[in-house]
């Protein structure tokens, strides 16, 4: 039970990250990427050990204004169900439900210890969030269950041959009429030229608008598009607001 309503997830027997995903075998873990049950992935701040000082440099950087404009973008209502996708240490996911008690609030992640920070950060706060441990192209929830989906600074992480499934599991979890709401970093020409020398060493892809929107209308989002963007001072690349249907 999840704030008093029974939550439908399609377990799967045993650990839900299985070979079974064809995407997730043969890959080694590498610069940046963090193996969990056949499965890699990047951590929130590049490297496991750099975890504990993500909170305070995103604070530095600025992300609470952020924080504060994605909610405000997500114009919720009380009884909306929000799914967070990569909600990291889960400020997003708190301070939804901080400043909408009556939301019902999801966060989702592979890292067992970024789930464990946040579900401390939601006790700390005197709210109630569900934080699950999973991967956006298996999402472990019901076809249309959610009213808003939001997936903040994740969406380059993911391996590119798992981000048109993400966007299709996104489609699927959605309730009709339900928004997407996206904030990853886009391409620049000037990032661009920047990407060429990081390249080597990183092991994630950062897409151009309008590869990332074609992407969205492929997997059955309508009307996908670029609504905003926050500067970036910490990548070369600024950060695109998206928004698209179901
Ligand atoms: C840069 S952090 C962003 C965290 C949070 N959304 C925020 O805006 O502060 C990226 C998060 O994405 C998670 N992540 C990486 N690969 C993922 C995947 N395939 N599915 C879901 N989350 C993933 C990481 O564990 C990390 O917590």
Same mark, same amino acid.
Not at 56 to 71: D, E, N, Q, T
Not at 165 to 185: A, M, Q
Not at 194 to 205: A, S, Y
């Given at each position: 039970? &999840? ?16 070979? $079974? ?8 873990? =590498? ?18 050990? #750099? ?11 600025? /992300?609470?204004?952020?924080? !504060? /404009?994605? &909610?405000?973008?997500?114009?919720? /209502? ?9 909600? %990291?240490? =889960?400020?997003?996911? &708190?301070?939804? *439900? ?8 999801? =966060?989702?992640?592979?890292?067992? *210890?970024?789930? #464990? ?15 699950? *441990? ?7 929830? !019901?076809?249309?269950? @959610?009213? *808003?989906?939001?997936?903040? %600074?994740? @969406? ?14 996104? $489609?699927? &979890? ?5 928004? @997407? ?10 990032? !661009? ?6 390249? +080597? ?17 492929? #997997? =059955? ?8 963007? @926050? +500067? ?7 950060? #695109?607001?998206?928004? /698209?249907?179901?």
């Amino acid at each position: 039970m &999840v704030l008093g309503r029974s939550f439908s997830r399609r377990t799967r027997k045993g650990n839900s990250y299985s070979p $079974h995903n064809p995407g997730s075998v043969n890959r080694p873990p =590498g610069l940046g990427r963090t193996a969990t049950s056949h499965r890699t992935y990047f951590p929130a701040a590049g490297f496991d050990w #750099a975890l504990p000082i993500y909170d305070p440099l995103a604070k530095l950087l600025g /992300a609470g204004k952020y924080s !504060s /404009a994605v &909610v405000d973008w997500l114009e919720l /209502a009380p009884g909306h169900w929000v799914l967070d996708i990569g909600c %990291g240490t =889960g400020t997003l996911a &708190v301070l939804i *439900r901080q400043l909408h008690p009556g939301v019902a609030v999801v =966060g989702l992640d592979p890292d067992p *210890r970024a789930l #464990a920070l946040a579900t401390h950060k939601a006790e700390r706060a005197g709210v109630e969030v569900h934080f699950d *441990r999973g991967f956006s192209d298996q999402l472990p929830y !019901s076809d249309a269950s @959610f009213d *808003r989906v939001c997936c903040t %600074g994740v @969406f380059s992480l993911i391996p590119p041959e798992e981000k048109e499934t993400t966007l299709r599991e996104v $489609h699927r &979890v959605l309730r009709p009429g339900g928004s @997407f709401h996206l904030v990853d970093l886009f391409k620049t020409p000037r990032g !661009s030229f920047l990407w060429h020398l990081v390249k +080597p060493g990183l092991r994630f892809e950062v897409w151009n608008v309008d590869k990332t929107i074609a992407l969205m209308h492929q #997997a =059955g989002l309508i009307n996908p598009r670029k609504t905003g963007q @926050f +500067p970036n001072w910490f990548w070369p690349w600024p950060l #695109a607001c998206y928004q /698209a249907f179901r």
